[in-house]
């Protein structure tokens, strides 16, 4: 799987107007998903609900790969620091899994989310960090 990764402070971006996450939108649905995919599909619905609740913590330490956090704080800038002001501007929109690819320790979660009535469809490439997936990138 090819994977651009995160410049610096582009995860801040992709939290406000890749993905856009939903203030009051939809959880994901993991069902459909066994196995890996549902533990991927698992941690897209985290990365939402964490988002969601304006939880940079928790969208730092639980959701993102190591390396994100290392990229942006190298830029300058803690995590929480980066997602702080972001996370309270997202708006409602809804977020749908359309399809998930695992492939040993690496996965990709093509997502459409719905934002003011326009839709998008992304990919997130996600890492298998020890025993849980993170959040690596957005293609």
């Known amino acids: ?39 991927v599909a698992q941690r897209v619905s985290d990365f939402q609900s964490d988002a969601t609740a304006s939880d940079e913590k928790k969208v730092c330490e639980n959701d993102l790969a190591a390396a994100v956090r290392t990229r942006l704080q190298a830029a300058g800038s803690s995590c929480q620091r980066a997602l702080k002001h972001q996370l309270t501007q997202i708006d409602t929109l809804e977020l749908t899994i359309k399809s998930i690819a695992v492939k040993g320790t690496t996965a990709s979660a093509r997502v459409k989310s719905t934002w003011s ?19 690596a990138a957005l293609q």
């Open 117 to 135: 009535g326009k839709s998008k469809e992304s990919t997130l490439a996600l890492v298998k960090e020890g025993s849980a997936w993170r959040i």
């Open 1 to 39: 799987m090819s994977a651009t990764p995160f410049k610096p402070l582009a995860l801040a971006a992709m939290a406000l107007s890749a993905l856009a996450l939903s203030a009051c939108g939809a959880t994901v649905s993991t069902s459909g998903y066994k196995g890996e995919g549902k533990a």
